[in-house]
Nanobody
Framework: QVQLVESGGGLVQAGGSLRLSCAAS????????MNWFRQAPGKEREFVAA????????HYADSVKGRFTISRDNAKNTVYLQMNSLKPEDTAVYYC???????????????WGQGTQVTVSS
């Protein structure tokens, strides 16, 4: 079992920045690729970013490319999402997910966190 706990969400003005964290406990964190997803009210959950177990391979949704950066610290069992130049359309609950395989999108992941709310005001 892997437990994932997101933090760092909040209210920010458009153009601002936030850094989300996802702390993992349980099985060996470095065995898992990590993803960030988000879900806005009334919309389906969508892929945001992914990072391989080593951190050497990353992928981003087109909507966040150039503004968001995913990273991980395996010594701290934590994955991060640095979000810059935030827009009102980035408002959503952000979730992290873990899987042994590096995936881009989809919904079949071994473990999910409970989510953290990000609200961007205009």
């Amino acid at each position: 079992q892997v437990q994932l706990v997101e933090s760092g969400g909040g209210l920010v003005q458009a153009g601002g920045s936030l850094r989300l964290s996802c702390a993992a406990s349980g099985r060996t964190f470095s065995n898992y690729a990590m993803n960030w997803f988000r879900q806005a009210p009334g919309k389906e959950r969508e892929f945001v970013a992914a990072i391989s177990w080593s951190g050497g391979n990353t992928h981003y949704a087109d909507s966040v490319k150039g503004r968001f950066t995913i990273s991980r610290d395996n010594a701290k069992n934590t994955v991060y999402l640095q979000m810059n130049s935030l827009k009102p359309e980035d408002t959503a609950v952000y979730y992290c997910a873990a899987d042994p395989l590096l995936k881009v999108g989809g919904t079949l992941y071994d473990y999910w966190g409970q989510g953290t709310q990000v609200t961007v005001s205009s």
